[in-house]
């Protein structure tokens, strides 16, 4: 899976921001802000991953056991989902 094209982010004063562009605008106008555990796990998604992928990635990056890290990311990918937002 992969962030679709059109969907931007952009980070400023350490909260990331993203937003859709281009035809991903026909299926999502607004604004996503981020958490830094969502910011990374949007960041992970900028190339094509999967979920075990990104729920170890989160792991090693964190201090934070596999059962919570995979929910996040679990709850995470479900919220870009209902946007349109993953390939």
Do not use: W
Not at 18 to 42: D, L, W, Y
């Amino acid at each position: 899976m992969k962030l679709k094209t059109g969907f931007i982010t952009h980070t400023l004063q350490g909260q990331q921001m993203m937003v859709a562009a281009g035809p991903a605008a026909k299926v999502f106008r607004g604004v996503v802000r981020s958490n830094e555990t969502a910011a990374f796990i949007i960041d992970c998604l900028k190339t094509e991953t999967t979920e075990p992928e990104i729920t170890a990635k989160l792991c090693a990056e964190y201090d934070v056991s596999h059962e919570r890290a995979a929910a996040g990311v679990s709850r995470v990918l479900e919220q870009l989902r209902e946007i349109g937002a993953i390939e």
